[in-house]
């Protein structure tokens, strides 16, 4: 006999479904790159959404949101920056180890920013180490599947599971721009090549960004491991999202493969406004607010 505990957010959404599933199972210890291989055999589709700190992760964590990627998009999200080049170790390293503390359940997935692989393999090494050992994240990500290569296959090799990104990757802009990439017979041949290159290197999973839906559907038949699609269309394993964007916070334009669930944006707006006005007016603090 076997004791488990009980499932501390059993959703009344997930009734009926496969005990073992990624989103809505009923497991509570921490997902592995080995529940994520199995969800792809059993044709199961999950879920990913970024998250940048502790509060957030945690709300996302007990949703069942099974797979965390503390993005190098905080760079535009959270940091101010304009794009995620300039986005360093140092702030990976910490928005990571609070994403970590946030959640119990979730795989979190840091992202490597530019500049801490492109040197090489053991470069990669050096840079992925940190952000397992003093961020505890379970996995890294990086841009690039052939060009990636030796990096991919060294950090698979010291035992770090690799998420491998395709497609548009936003740290090469200033040479690629924001545009869907793998259009027409070349561009789209190089990137089945990637992610064959990105699978054989070990890669555990493959973010697909801005590509046709008809090569990412053919790229996810042609891998063992699951395609996570972002303005991917409808037939990648998973789907990711950058999390103020779906919860539409994120101010000024937002991509159009984003589907926006909430408007934060407004909500928060109205609440700043209604604790000012009550401020303004001395409706704020009242009488059960005040100590005597
Ligand atoms: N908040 C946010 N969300 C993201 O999805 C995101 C970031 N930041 N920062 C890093 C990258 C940059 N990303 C972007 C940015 C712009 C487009 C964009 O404007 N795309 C055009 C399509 C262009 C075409 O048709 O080729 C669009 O209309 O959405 C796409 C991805 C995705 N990532
Ligand atoms: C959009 C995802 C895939 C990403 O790389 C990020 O958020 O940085
Ligand atoms: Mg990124």
């Known amino acids: 006999m076997t004791l488990q505990a009980a499932p501390k957010q059993a959703a009344d959404s997930s009734a009926g479904t496969d005990p073992k599933a990624l989103y809505g199972g009923k497991s509570t210890r921490r997902i592995t790159v080995h529940d994520i291989a199995a969800a792809k055999e059993r044709g199961e589709k999950w879920p990913m959404l970024t998250a940048y700190d502790a509060m957030t992760a945690s709300v996302f964590d007990e949703a ?5 990627l503390v993005g190098d998009s905080m760079g535009n999200t959270h940091l101010g920056y304009d794009t995620t080049v300039p986005v360093t170790m140092d702030e990976m390293t910490l928005l990571s180890a609070a994403v970590v503390r946030g959640t119990k359940r979730a795989l979190v997935v840091g992202d490597l920013p530019f500049g801490s692989y492109q040197e090489g393999p053991v470069q990669a090494l050096r840079n992925a180490t940190r952000l397992v050992k003093e961020a505890g994240v379970g996995a890294v990500k990086l841009e690039g599947g052939e060009r990636s290569l030796p990096q991919t296959e060294m950090l698979v090799q010291a035992g770090i599971p690799v998420m491998s990104h395709l ?17 027409g017979d070349e561009a789209a041949h190089q990137l089945l090549r990637d992610a ?3 699978q054989n290197a070990g890669a555990f999973a493959v973010v697909l960004e801005l590509v046709p839906a008809g090569l990412a559907a053919e790229v996810t038949r042609s891998l063992h491991i699951p395609t996570i699609g ?10 990711v999202l950058v999390w103020t964007d779906m919860a539409g916070l994120t101010g000024g334009k937002v ?5 926006q669930y909430a408007n934060l944006r407004q909500s928060l707006g109205d609440a700043a406004r209604a604790f000012a006005d009550d401020v303004v007016g001395g409706a704020f603090p009242a ?3 005040t100590f005597h």
């Open 287 to 289: 009488e059960e607010h």
């Open 230 to 239: 972002i303005g991917a269309g409808p037939d990648t394993d998973a789907q």
């Open 196 to 198: 064959k290159a990105a």
């Open 167 to 183: 497609g548009l990757t936003p740290q090469s802009v200033n040479t690629m721009g924001y545009r869907v990439q793998g259009r």
């Open 64 to 68: 069942g949101i099974p797979v965390m």
């Open 255 to 259: 991509p159009r493969f984003t589907k």
